[in-house]
T-cell receptor, first 111, second 111 residues
């Protein structure tokens, strides 16, 4: 069975801290790994990773994929209260355009 | 136009009602998706349409009936739902094998 596991399930940090969110996966037909941020409504797209070792960056957020060890991390530096959200990791499958989601990490940034 | 729109935002229906959820995108995406999301859980895939053809049905009960009238529109017809079907229903679209973009969702309550 295809599985995506995120850790930690939740964490609380103070503004200015740096956080690292983890995502490991065991799937039969891996194509890509995606990160989404979900606040009250729909998930918003952050990154899609297909190649190992190539860091993707967007402002204070960055992510990298290790296809040998089957995991990805999402880093957020200098956190702000607006970063408070659920961060979802999803694996895109080789066939059928399917995404398998992890349970998410709940991040709360305190001011 | 870079967004996915969904109507209605909220829907309350009885178990004998028939209703439809609508989703529209004008990004030229050829894959569209329906997800169901319960509180504090990740989105669960229900259906995938690729090039207006149903490519994945994740063993969804027949009281949910998807329809893709054209490449920009996706409907979800609801009939004889159960209270446990109450959830946030998310539509998404993508180019085939690319990142998915989500609409704001329809919050469905079944009485």
């Amino acid at each position: 069975e295809d599985k995506v596991v995120q850790s930690p399930l939740s964490l609380v940090v103070h503004e200015g801290d740096t956080v690292t969110l983890n995502c490991s996966y065991e799937v039969t037909n891996f194509r890509s790994l995606l990160w989404y941020k979900q606040e009250k409504k729909a998930p918003t797209f952050l990154f899609m990773l297909t190649s190992s070792g190539i860091e993707k960056k967007s402002g204070r957020l960055s992510s990298i994929l290790d296809k040998k060890e089957l995991f990805s991390i999402l880093n957020i530096t200098a956190t702000q209260t607006g970063d408070s959200a659920v961060y979802l990791c999803a694996v895109g499958m080789e066939y059928g355009n399917k995404l398998v989601f992890g349970a998410g990490t709940i991040l709360r940034v305190k001011s | 136009d870079t967004e996915v729109t969904q109507t209605p935002k909220h829907l309350v229906m009885g178990m004998t009602n028939k209703k439809s959820l609508k989703c529209e995108q004008h990004m030229g995406h050829r894959a569209m998706y329906w997800y169901k999301q319960k509180a504090k859980k990740p989105p669960e895939l229900m259906f995938v349409y690729s090039y207006e053809k149903l490519s994945i049905n994740e063993s969804v009960p027949s009281r949910f009936s998807p329809e893709c009238p054209n490449s920009s529109l996706l409907n979800l017809h609801l009939h004889a739902l159960q209270p446990e079907d109450s959830a946030l229903y998310l539509c998404a679209s993508s180019q085939v094998f690319h990142e998915q973009f989500f609409g704001p969702g329809t919050r469905l309550t079944v009485l």
